[in-house]
């Protein structure tokens, strides 16, 4: 019986895991349903999603991981335990090999949580690598070569930009902003100028449907529904494309600064070769209109999405466990 190698995304907003030989294999939200009298797991993933803001008070449901940080330890073993059995089946001879992404800028103590959590759930050995680095490889930057790639990974709860080199983070920067944070400005705006209140799933809903990072010159058009904050009933309101831009602009203008931070604090020779090549978009937040086109025009970079940005980290994590031994000289230990 074959180990069976296993790459993990870990994310604020959703989970995915690589297998080597099958690619991504799972997608999941990472969001936990809790029954609140016996702190029993109802449901996980997507069918706790679909739980999110329509339960009685004796269900819970949680996303167990704040800004790409455990922060409720015990749920995230047990979330983590369920994808993993999903993968590999209940009936294992040998235990999986892990490597799971995580944020740039944890602490010694953050990546013992996640490494242990790890362990707990059932994997034989457990690695950790930075989320920018593990974006470079799965997108297909030549991460190896002494060759300045700068990504910036935009998540459901963290952005993260680096400069990526002969197999190690050079310089980095990382906003606790992101999807999620989108979603909540899109959410406070609505409530603001209409007096009508909207749950997060609407906002995101939005964000996708009509968002836009800058002006479009057809203007897009969608019906919000949501419950007036005076009357205490359900209403409608027209939202347009340029008040979803105007929303958004202040989180998006924090990304912007993560990736302005990173290129002013490159070396000369390596920010020489990111002028030439250009910067790669990964995560969820990479599929957001013309956010390309902002970030190109405020920092005179090229910016461009990377092919399905969503699942990068996720492949970065797989292909990084097949070449532990020659990533490990740059990478920090867990302990």
Known sequence: MLTRYIGIDLGTVNVLVHERGRGIVLKEPSVVAISVNDNRIVAVGQEALEMLGRTPDTIEVARPLKDGVIADYVVTEAMLRYFIQKVCGRMRIRKPEVMISVPVGVT????????????????????LIPEPLAAAIGAGLPVATPTGNM?????????????VSVN??????????????????????????YNLLVGER???????TIGSAVPLEDELIMEVRGR???????????????EVTEAMAEPLAAIVGAAKEVLEKTPPELAADVIDRGAVMTGGGA???????????????????ADDPIGCC????????EHYDILKRTMRPVY
């Open 314 to 321: 996720a492949r970065g994590a797989g292909r990084a466990l």
């Open 168 to 193: 190690g983070i050079v310089q980095w920067s990382s906003v606790r902003v992101g999807g999620n944070k989108v979603d909540e400005a899109i959410a406070s705006y609505v409530r603001r100028k």
């Open 108 to 127: 010694s103590v953050e990546s013992r949580a996640v490494h242990d959590a790890a362990i707990q759930a059932g994997a034989g050995e457990a690695f």
């Open 287 to 305: 599929l957001l209109r013309n956010l390309d086109r902002l970030l190109t025009d405020e920092t005179g970079i090229a910016f461009y999405p």
């Open 151 to 163: 990504v910036i990974n935009l998540g459901g709860g963290t952005t993260e930009a680096a400069i």
């Open 228 to 242: 007036d904050q005076v009357a205490g009933l359900p209403r409608t309101v027209k939202l347009t494309s340029t």
């Open 202 to 208: 609407t906002a995101e809903e939005i964000k996708m």
